[in-house]
């Protein structure tokens, strides 16, 4: 059981994961390692940080729920694939076992790092190649839209950081429509990706409960915050810092 100021040190690290999510993503780079940092294992600190950010996505699906009319039949699709790789990426966790997975972290972390600096390229690479002005009908290549989304969704369920990222990237190559409503179909497919990881996880016994919902707290808090924030900050500067962050903590990991 962690004493009183390390689950305050939990909570006021899902707070500014919360805010930096509404803004510009790659919360999961700021908890993680305080997880870590407090003496929980870099399983427990995957599975407590799964579930406790899990109310985010929630919020971020709600939030773009308009953009999500007229793609039922994708989420009917996508959404079962996105949810059996997260249980699969979460299966993969804890087959990788503890030593593993612990000289995995500096590399995990480095590559969410990476993908979160990648977030800008790809939505200009997306726009470039034409990503943004609806076309009517489905390309050939919509029907197998769920592999792509299974196979990012199996790195979600494993770890999850820089998810987004994946998803977006999956859903443009094999898609035609607007930006903003594969974005909103990335949002409730990482969503599915998170609850279904995120109940295999709580069968596990490997959630650290009271950590895990002061974080929950937390987040929500900090989503709300983000909110109020969203214009006052610039989005480019937070992402790059966490970046920075990320890239040092992997560094670190390496050194040790």
Excluded at 87 to 95: C, E, P
Excluded at 193 to 203: K, Y
């Amino acid at each position: 059981m962690l004493s009183f100021p390390s689950l305050l040190l939990a909570g006021l690290a899902a707070v500014a994961a919360g805010a930096i999510n509404a803004l510009a993503g790659g919360g999961t780079l700021v908890t993680f390692p305080t997880l870590i940092a407090l003496g929980i294992s870099p399983i427990g600190a995957n599975v407590t940080n799964t579930v406790a950010l899990l109310p985010g996505y929630l919020g971020g699906t709600l939030a773009q729920k308009n953009d999500l009319a007229g793609q039922t039949q994708r989420m009917i699709l996508l959404l079962p694939a996105g949810a059996l790789g997260g249980v699969l990426g979460g299966w993969l966790l804890f087959r990788t076992g503890e030593k593993l997975f612990s000289e995995l972290v500096p590399y995990l972390i480095l590559l969410a790092s990476l993908l979160l600096a990648a977030q800008d390229p790809v939505r200009a690479w997306l726009t470039q190649r034409g990503v943004g002005q609806s076309r009517q009908g489905s390309s050939g290549s919509e029907r197998w839209s769920w592999l792509p989304v299974a196979l990012a969704s199996v790195y979600g369920g494993y770890f999850g950081a820089g998810l987004s990222v994946i998803v977006l990237s999956a859903l443009a190559l094999t898609l035609d429509d607007t930006l903003t409503r594969l974005n909103a179909l990335k949002q409730i497919i990482g969503f599915a990706v998170n609850v279904a990881a995120a109940v295999f996880f709580a069968f596990s016994g490997r959630v650290i409960w009271p950590v895990a919902i002061v974080m929950a707290i937390g987040a929500l808090l900090g989503g709300m915050l983000g909110g109020k924030l969203a214009g006052r900050v610039q989005p480019t500067t937070l992402r790059w810092t966490v970046v920075t962050i990320g890239v040092f903590l992997s560094v670190v990991y390496f050194l040790r």
